[in-house]
C-alpha cells in the first residue's frame, strides 16, 4: 500500500500510559500499511523545538504519515501548523498533524478528531436526537464535547466548570466554540454540577482521573437520583474503569460510556488520514481495534 516505510506517533506528557500505539498498530497490521507507530515524550515548552525538527526531513529515513497529540500539546502545537481543518480552528484545539511533502519543504495540516470520538461513541451507547447535554470541565476535551453536542442538535448545552479562563477573544474558550459552531452554551458554576446532571440526556465528564469523585458522592446521595432513566454519561477517563462517577450512574439506571469508546472512535479517523483513506472495510479495521484494548467488537 506504500512505496517505503512511514512512521507515526503518539504525542504529550506524560505519555506513557496511551493505549494509541495498541490501536494504530492493530489497525496497520491488518492493511498491511507499513508504518511504525511510537509514544513520544514532549513537555509543553518543547512543543515549539519537536515541531521544528519534523520540517527537517533525512531522504534516507521513513516520513512521518502522521501524530496523534494529547495533552498538554492540543493547543501548543497550534502556531507550528501551516493549515487547520474548519472544525480544528473552530475549536482552536487538534488532536491530529497530517504531512503532505512537497518540492517546497512539508506541509503540516492540524484536525480534530475528538469530536468524531465523541459522537460516535454516544450514538453507540445509543443516545438520542437533540438531548440536554451537560459538559464538566472546560478545557480542550471540553471544547471538543461543545462542537460535539453541535452535531448531535442538542436542545440545550450547559458547561459546568470550577473556573473558566478567559481565551484570546476574551471569552472562555467552550463559549466561542458555542459561538463559531451555532451552538449556545451556558455556562455553570461547579456548585450547580449535580444538579445540572440530574435533568441531563447526556453527560460528558472531561475531568482527569478521579477528578468527580466527589461530584459522584453528591449525586449518589441525591434523594431521588441523579441519571434519568437512559441518560448516558460519557467519562473521557477510561483508568481506572469504572470511574467513581461512572459506577454511581450506572447503580442509578444509567447508560455509561468508557473514555475508551471515545478513544477508538477518534483512532479509527485517524487512522483514515494517515493512510490516505486506504481502508473501506471500517468496520473490519474497527474491530481488530477493539480486540488489541480488549473492547467489545462492535
Known amino acids: 500500500m506504500t512505496p517505503s516505510p512511514l512512521r507515526a506517533a503518539v504525542l504529550g506528557h506524560p505519555i506513557g500510559h496511551s493505549k494509541s ?15 511504525s507507530y511510537d509514544r513520544i515524550d514532549v513537555p509543553e ?9 519534523l520540517r527537517e526531513t533525512d531522504p534516507a529515513g521513513p516520513r512521518w504519515a502522521g501524530l496523534s497529540v494529547t495533552m498538554p500539546l ?3 502545537l497550534l502556531p507550528a501548523m501551516d493549515a487547520l481543518t474548519s472544525t480544528a480552528e473552530d475549536l482552536q484545539v487538534l488532536n491530529t498533524v497530517t504531512f503532505d511533502y512537497t518540492d517546497g519543504g512539508v506541509v503540516l495540516t492540524g484536525h480534530n478528531t475528538d469530536v468524531t470520538g465523541i459522537v460516535n461513541a454516544l450514538r453507540h451507547a445509543g443516545a438520542q436526537g437533540n438531548p440536554h447535554v451537560v459538559i464538566l470541565g472546560a478545557g480542550g476535551t471540553a471544547c471538543a464535547a461543545v462542537a460535539a453536542a453541535a452535531r448531535l442538535e442538542a436542545a440545550s448545552v450547559s458547561v459546568c466548570a470550577r ?30 454540577a449535580a444538579a445540572a446532571c440530574a435533568g441531563a ?12 469523585d466527589a461530584l459522584a458522592d453528591q449525586l449518589a446521595a441525591a434523594p431521588h437520583g441523579a441519571a434519568g432513566a437512559g441518560a ?9 474503569w469504572p470511574s467513581r462517577i461512572a459506577g454511581v450512574w450506572e447503580a442509578q439506571g444509567g447508560l455509561i460510556v468508557p473514555g475508551l469508546e471515545m478513544l477508538l472512535y477518534q483512532a479509527v479517523e485517524q487512522v483514515r488520514l494517515f493512510t490516505g483513506g486506504a481502508f473501506r472495510e471500517e468496520n473490519s479495521v474497527t474491530n481488530v481495534m477493539c480486540d488489541a484494548v480488549g473492547a467489545p467488537r462492535r
Not at 232 to 240: G, I, T
Open 45 to 53: 515548552e518543547d512543543a515549539a523545538a519537536f515541531a521544528a525538527s
Open 163 to 192: 473556573r473558566f479562563t478567559a481565551g484570546p477573544d476574551g471569552v472562555p474558550p467552550v463559549a466561542g466554540v458555542g459561538r463559531r459552531t451555532g451552538t449556545e452554551v451556558r455556562l455553570r458554576p461547579w456548585e450547580e
Open 201 to 212: 440526556d447526556v453527560v460528558i465528564s472531561t475531568l482527569p482521573p478521579h477528578g468527580a
Open 232 to 240: 448516558v454519561l460519557l467519562d473521557v477517563a477510561y483508568d481506572p
Open 21 to 35: 500505539p495498541l490501536l494504530h498498530r492493530a489497525a496497520y497490521g491488518y492493511l498491511g500499511f507499513d508504518c
Open 74 to 76: 492540543k493547543a501548543a
